[in-house]
């Protein structure tokens, strides 16, 4: 069974910051890339940040220089830090592979991350 067990959610204010941890089962962890993924209240899930294996990243423009996400293939663990954080952050935070059906990954069941003053 591969599992995937996100944390470091919480409450902030506008501007403050948060780190989120994931960590993954099995050692096919350092070959696949991965990626968070947000899902707000009502809304689709999106891809926030991606990281190849090598540690290549991309980031959705909404996200873009706010926040950063890496990886230790060797503890099998991904972070995503996030600064700046805005409102609009708001949402459930994921994470998965990139694309989530490359492999059959189980869905964690996130972490609750708020934005509000």
């Known amino acids: 069974q591969v599992q995937l067990v996100e944390s470091g959610g919480g409450l902030v204010q506008p501007g403050g910051s948060l780190r989120l941890s994931c960590a993954a089962s099995g050692s096919i962890f350092r070959l696949l890339p991965m990626g968070w993924y947000r899902q707000a209240p009502g809304k689709q899930r999106e891809l926030v940040a991606t990281?190849?294996?090598?540690?290549?990243?991309n980031y959705a423009e909404s996200v873009k220089g706010r926040f950063t996400i890496s990886r230790d293939n060797a503890e099998n663990t991904m972070s995503l830090q996030m600064n700046s954080l805005k409102p609009e952050d708001t949402a459930v935070y994921y994470c998965?592979?990139?694309?989530?059906?490359?492999?059959?990954?189980?869905w964690g069941q996130g972490t609750q991350v708020t934005v509000s003053s």
């Open positions: 990281i190849t294996s090598e540690g290549s990243t």
């Open positions: 998965n592979a990139d694309p989530p059906s490359l492999v059959n990954f189980r």
